[in-house]
């Protein structure tokens, strides 16, 4: 697959699952923005990319405010004049009983999970019923938002909201030639697969736990230009784990 000449911003993208889809991106050809609140980090990683012969910059951007999403959108059209892929990868978790979790904190999780996708998507849309062939939105979900395990509520409400609102906006921005389509990752090993135990992999039906170049291959996947029938879909990438029966004995 081919993004030369495509312009791609991936939020949340300056380490782990957001840091592999940037540099996907720009291995197959685009021009790449990548967004994040932490400067150091996302700064070295656009360093990166350029290093190996890539186009990419990196913006600073808190998703929770409403005017940095915009003034990203600006930044990547003043610079490489337009907007093809947006890749919402942004994300945070919070792990806490219900009884505990406060309002605040559900809130924050709901503002930078759920009203970031929808912001962003909004104003890249703006941007890409402009060009000729439409664009491509993908949202990052999370089987979190079929299966859970304790003190995951948060999460599980904003990664269930994505997935809503993903087949919405694809109903919605169809008529404009955008498509969005959200991937729900499993476990997908941000560190050292080395370190992991071999039960851990053979928990699931693929053998293996996930590694960020599969979400990667995904993004690629439902972002080509030629896969214009693809839209509104929920792409599970989890080895076989959310169609596997588990019983205790």
Same mark, same amino acid.
């Given at each position: 697959?081919?993004?030369?000449?495509?312009?791609?911003?991936?939020?949340?993208?300056?380490?782990?699952?957001?840091?592999?889809?940037?540099?996907?991106?720009?291995?197959?050809?685009?021009?790449?923005?990548?967004?994040?609140?932490?400067? !150091?980090?996302? &700064?070295?990683?656009? $360093?990166?990319?350029?290093?190996? @012969?890539?186009?990419? =910059?990196? #913006?600073? %951007?808190?998703?929770?405010?409403?005017?940095?999403?915009?003034?990203?959108?600006?930044?990547?059209?003043?610079?490489?004049?337009?907007?093809?892929?947006?890749?919402?990868?942004?994300?945070?978790?919070?792990?806490?009983?219900?009884?505990?979790?406060?309002?605040?904190?559900?809130?924050?999780?709901?503002?930078?999970?759920?009203?970031?996708?929808?912001?962003?998507?909004?104003?890249?849309?703006?941007?890409?019923?402009?060009?000729?062939?439409?664009?491509?939105?993908?949202?990052?979900?999370?089987?979190?938002?079929?299966?859970?395990?304790?003190?995951?509520?948060?999460?599980?409400?904003?990664?269930? !909201?994505?997935? &809503?609102?993903?087949? $919405?906006?694809?109903?919605?921005? @169809?008529?404009?030639? =955008?498509? #969005?389509? %959200?991937?729900?990752?499993?476990?997908?090993?941000?560190?050292?697969?080395?370190?992991?135990?071999?039960?851990?992999?053979?928990?699931?039906?693929?053998?293996?736990?996930?590694?960020?170049?599969?979400?990667?291959?995904?993004?690629?996947?439902?972002?080509?230009?030629?896969?214009?029938?693809?839209?509104?879909?929920?792409?599970?990438?989890?080895?076989?784990?959310?169609?596997?029966?588990?019983?205790?004995?």
């Amino acid at each position: 697959m081919s993004f030369t000449d495509q312009v791609v911003v991936v939020t949340g993208a300056a380490q782990g699952i957001g840091r592999s889809v940037a540099e996907a991106y720009a291995l197959a050809g685009a021009k790449v923005v990548l967004a994040d609140v932490q400067e !150091a980090e996302g &700064a070295a990683a656009a $360093a990166s990319i350029r290093h190996e @012969g890539g186009q990419a =910059i990196f #913006v600073h %951007c808190d998703v929770r405010r409403e005017q940095d999403i915009q003034e990203l959108f600006e930044t990547t059209v003043k610079e490489f004049q337009q907007i093809d892929v947006l890749v919402n990868n942004a994300g945070v978790s919070r792990w806490k009983s219900p009884y505990e979790l406060t309002v605040e904190e559900w809130d924050d999780v709901l503002n930078i999970n759920v009203r970031s996708c929808f912001l962003a998507s909004r104003e890249a849309a703006r941007h890409m019923k402009k060009n000729e062939h439409g664009g491509a939105i993908v949202n990052m979900a999370s089987t979190r938002a079929m299966m859970s395990e304790p003190h995951s509520e948060a999460y599980a409400a904003s990664k269930g !909201a994505i997935t &809503a609102l993903t087949h $919405a906006m694809a109903v919605s921005l @169809g008529k404009d030639q =955008i498509r #969005v389509n %959200c991937i729900s990752p499993g476990w997908i090993e941000t560190g050292d697969v080395s370190k992991l135990a071999d039960t851990d992999h053979a928990q699931h039906p693929s053998g293996r736990v996930g590694v960020p170049s599969d979400i990667s291959r995904a993004c690629l996947y439902l972002s080509d230009p030629a896969n214009t029938f693809v839209t509104g879909t929920n792409l599970v990438i989890d080895g076989g784990m959310t169609r596997k029966m588990i019983y205790e004995d």
